[in-house]
């Protein structure tokens, strides 16, 4: 039906990708049909998905219960807007998410993206401090190889130095840094990482409003996991020092490692949480930054009295009704028995390559797996053979990583990680 030679081309001219040129030296590929774990490309070939659509699509793509809510709610009111105005979806749905989160996040703000969750985060916690009458509490602490989102506020508190976007930085705010956390999630620590965020907050209190994390998965920026008892004994420190903790939840949550939340791994309690990209299960963009009664309060006596941020598109009654059926998908299923059924096929299939001459470090936590290559020049390479082995991978520097949806049947799964390691190992 489609004149698809033509619309590729006309896309390669004109629409930017994802970190991409325009024109395009790589051309997109054309997608015409997603179910389940399967994607069907424009010229019928069918791969397996590998990436979720970085980790949004937890249940797969398609899944009819929430395709049913969203139907329902289309014909009734896809959108209205929720300054004055409210409605029953996104009354429901904060009702779940206070309830699931980890206790004490009461307050909920939504949004449309997990940028603009993390940048309505930062500003909760400076407004905390202006409106204590301590505007010189400006500044965040977070640690290196993190990652946080794409507009500026956010990319302030990516990784400095290997971060995507580091072409910024004479114009970005300068916040503080502590070392990353020592790699491995079972492993025996010296605690020296955690004694650099100390350092930090000890040099600069009086200037640090809040710490910000990934909790145990360090994502984008290393793809690293990390001990639980880290992050434990951050809660400790940002309650010793009376700073305010933030932890982004936007890839971890709803079950990706094994727990509902990651901060569940440490039982902590954050300030304030974010979450994004699993929050409808990848069928519509929403987002949303849940905080404690202290911090509203708080803002509530201060000046203005209000929290300063209300997008156009906030709680849209569409987006709300998908999450709102995704978590219920969620919930319904034995998701915790299918994130330990990828994870034991991915620790089996996966990494053996730590032996491969090329591979510098093979890992699996939950339903995450990461070969880590010693080059990073080999991406390209290896996603054309992804792709001629069945299956979809979106590798990123030397990262080849891979989050499929929580429910990929067996067979597909095997085509996953027999293609990963087919992918792999030929550009090696």
């Given at each position: 039906?489609?004149?698809?030679?033509?619309?590729?081309?006309?896309?390669?001219?004109?629409?930017?990708?994802?970190?991409?040129?325009?024109?395009?030296?790589?051309?997109?590929?054309?997608?015409?049909?997603?179910?389940?774990?399967?994607?069907?490309?424009?010229?019928?070939?069918?791969?397996?998905?590998?990436?979720?659509?970085?980790?949004?699509?937890?249940h797969g793509y398609n899944h009819p219960k929430i395709q049913q809510a969203m139907h329902q709610q289309i014909d009734t009111m896809p959108h209205i807007m929720f300054g004055g105005l409210t409605h029953e979806p996104a009354i429901e749905l904060a009702k779940r998410l206070i309830e699931l989160t980890p206790k004490g996040l009461d307050k909920v703000f939504f949004c449309d993206s997990g940028s603009v969750a993390v940048e309505v985060a930062i500003k909760m916690a400076l407004q905390f401090w202006i409106s204590q009458d301590?505007?010189?509490?400006?500044?965040?602490?977070?640690?290196?190889?993190?990652?946080?989102?794409?507009?500026?506020?956010?990319?302030?508190?990516?990784?400095?130095?290997?971060?995507?976007?580091?072409?910024?930085?004479?114009?970005?705010?300068?916040?503080f840094f502590a070392?990353?956390?020592?790699?491995?999630?079972d492993t025996e620590s010296d605690n020296a990482d955690i004694e650099s965020v100390r350092h930090q907050l000890e040099a600069h209190i009086d200037h640090i409003a809040a710490v910000?994390?990934?909790?145990?998965?360090?994502?984008?920026?290393?793809?690293?996991?990390?001990?639980?008892?880290?992050?434990?004994?951050?809660?400790?420190?940002?309650?010793?020092?009376?700073?305010?903790?933030?932890?982004?939840?936007?890839?971890?949550?709803?079950?990706r490692t094994g727990k509902l939340f990651a901060s569940e791994w440490a039982d902590i309690q954050p300030d304030i949480i974010t979450l994004?990209?699993?929050?409808?299960?990848?069928?519509?963009?929403?987002?949303?930054?849940?905080?404690?009664?202290?911090?509203?309060?708080?803002?509530?006596?201060?000046?203005?009295?209000?929290?300063?941020?209300?997008?156009?598109?906030?709680?849209?009654?569409?987006?709300?009704a998908a999450a709102i059926a995704n978590i219920d998908v969620l919930l319904e299923s034995d998701w915790q028995a299918n994130i330990r059924r990828i994870e034991t096929h991915f620790k089996e299939t996966l990494l053996p390559l730590n032996d491969l001459v090329g591979v510098a470090n093979a890992r699996v936590l939950g339903a995450i797996g990461v070969i880590e290559l010693e080059r990073d020049d080999l991406g390209p390479q290896i996603q054309a053979a992804a792709i001629e082995n069945g299956i979809w991978l979106r590798p990123f520097g030397k990262l080849i990583y891979s989050m499929p949806a929580y429910n990929i049947n067996d067979n597909d799964l095997k085509t996953l990680s027999s293609g990963i390691i087919a992918s792999v190992k030929s550009a090696l």
């Open positions: 039906m489609s004149n698809w030679k033509s619309l590729l081309e006309f896309d390669q001219e004109h629409i930017w990708h994802p970190y991409a040129k325009t024109p395009s030296p790589i051309p997109a590929i054309g997608v015409k049909k997603t179910n389940g774990s399967i994607i069907t490309l424009a010229d019928d070939r069918k791969l397996v998905d590998g990436m979720s659509s970085w980790w949004a699509t937890l301590r505007p010189e509490k400006n500044r965040l602490l977070t640690v290196k190889n993190g990652y946080h989102g794409d507009t500026f506020a956010t990319m302030a508190v990516c990784d400095p130095v290997n971060g995507m976007h580091s072409l910024f930085s004479q114009v970005l705010t300068q916040h070392e990353a956390p020592q790699m491995g999630f910000i994390i990934e909790p145990i998965v360090q994502g984008a920026g290393g793809m690293r996991f990390y001990r639980p008892d880290y992050l434990r004994q951050l809660r400790q420190l940002c309650d010793e020092f009376g700073v305010l903790l933030i932890v982004d939840e936007i890839a971890t949550g709803f079950g994004g990209k699993t929050l409808t299960g990848g069928h519509i963009s929403l987002a949303a930054t849940l905080a404690t009664s202290e911090i509203s309060d708080t803002l509530n006596r201060g000046n203005p009295g209000i929290l300063a941020h209300g997008p156009t598109f906030m709680a849209n009654p569409l987006a709300c």
